[in-house]
């Protein structure tokens, strides 16, 4: 009862629509309470015997106390008790963030992986099928009419509140934020879930959230990381799963020509290069030179293929049908890619060395 109404004090705390909120702010609540009960004790005890013990005349003495051990145990041991209460009480709900099981349920299931960039001054979204929805082209999406909100609105009411990045996230599905940093640090923080993780450059910081109120929330960036470090504000957007289905149709436009050889090569840095090479080299696969376009490429059956398009891409989805000669006990992991990213890729391995799209400078 107490704690409703100290949490309908304006503002004090954002809305709980995360299910980490909860344990969060009993936390919080259980420390405020504690501090709201010290503070009243002991400053109404100090005033009371500030009241109590004022020198009656100029020649009264202080008695000369030095200590008392029963006062001593108790005002030490009780703290400590109080503390420790508070480091379990907040461990546990800090483990539950850091846990997937806590978020995905013991039989796993599904999520949905979304990746965060953070750079001086705004957050970059990537989507699954890698469209990045970035400060400049925010919502730029086809088939606007076909939705509830307006895509518009939202950016021209954004941009009045500084608004700078968008992400839009199914209700009561687990996400999990693969994050890095383009520059210095971040810190990506959302308010209403309670959550929030630094961000730091070459490093893959993961954190999860389940989401369950929609509605619209904002994200922030909670580490001083420059000047305008104000304006790393995204608007946060929780629908309801059909929603959330038909915003990702609408994303679904493919880069311009002019960009996907480089979100190929890109693909290829994330995915591919650990295991295969562009300079002959063997890796833990074999070399992508020259591969594109060879003929009487060897098997390890002892039967050759001409390499195209179609051995490519089986190599990609079904790796282990067909074996290149030298690797066959090596494994390669099937990959996870849909057909946006396949075409990319098959840009880049036709020609690793350069963009076929750049013009040849004229020099
Ligand atoms: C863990 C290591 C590993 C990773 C990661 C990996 N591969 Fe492979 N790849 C192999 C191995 C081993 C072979 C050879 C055996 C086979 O074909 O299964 C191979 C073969 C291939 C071939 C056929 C090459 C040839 O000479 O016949 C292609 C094409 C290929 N991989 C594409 C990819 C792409 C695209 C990615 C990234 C999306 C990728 N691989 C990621 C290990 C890997
Ligand atoms: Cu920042």
Request: aromatic share 12%.
């Amino acid at each position: 009862m107490l704690n409703n109404t100290l949490a309908m004090l304006p503002e004090l705390l954002p809305p709980e629509a995360s299910t980490f909120a909860k344990d969060t702010d009993s936390t919080f609540m259980f420390i405020t309470w504690v501090c709201i009960f010290f503070f009243v004790l002991i400053v109404g005890l100090m005033t009371y015997f500030v009241v109590k013990y004022k020198r009656k005349s100029e020649d009264e003495v202080t008695p000369n106390i030095s200590h008392n051990l029963f006062l001593e145990i108790i005002w030490s041991v009780v703290p400590i008790i109080l503390v420790l209460f508070m480091f379990y009480w907040g461990y546990v709900a800090y483990a539950k963030m850091m846990d997937p099981v806590a978020v995905l349920g013991e039989d796993g299931g599904e999520h949905i992986d979304l990746y965060v960039n953070g750079k001086q001054w705004s957050w970059d979204i990537t989507y699954p099928g890698g469209f990045t929805i970035n400060s400049k082209d925010s919502l730029k999406m086809k088939n606007e009419e076909e939705f509830t909100w307006s895509p518009k609105e939202l950016i021209s009411e954004g941009k009045e509140n500084n608004i700078t990045s968008y992400m839009t996230v199914p209700v009561n599905v687990p996400v999990r934020l693969s994050m890095t940093s383009n520059d210095v640090i971040h810190s990506f923080a959302v308010p209403a879930f309670r959550i929030k993780k630094d961000v730091i450059l070459n490093r893959n910081a993961i954190i999860w959230f389940k989401a369950t109120k929609p509605g619209l929330y904002i994200y922030t960036c909670n580490e001083m990381c420059g000047i305008d470090h104000g304006h790393m504000i995204g608007y946060l957007r929780v629908v309801e799963q059909d929603e959330y289905d038909k915003f990702m149709k609408a994303l679904d436009v493919p880069l311009p020509p002019e960009k996907q050889w480089a979100a190929g090569k890109k693909l290829y840095l994330n995915s591919c290069s650990a295991c295969h090479s562009l300079d002959g080299s063997p890796r833990v696969g074999p070399s992508w030179k020259g591969l594109y376009g060879k003929k009487g490429h060897k098997m390890v059956d002892g039967s050759t293929v001409d390499v195209d398009d179609d051995y490519i891409r089986e190599s990609i989805l079904n790796p282990n049908a067909k074996k290149a000669e030298g690797f066959g006990a090596a494994v390669m992991p099937i990959q996870k890619l849909n057909e946006k990213q396949l075409s990319y890729l098959m840009q880049f391995i036709k020609s690793p060395d350069k963009d076929p799209n750049t013009k040849p400078e004229n020099k």
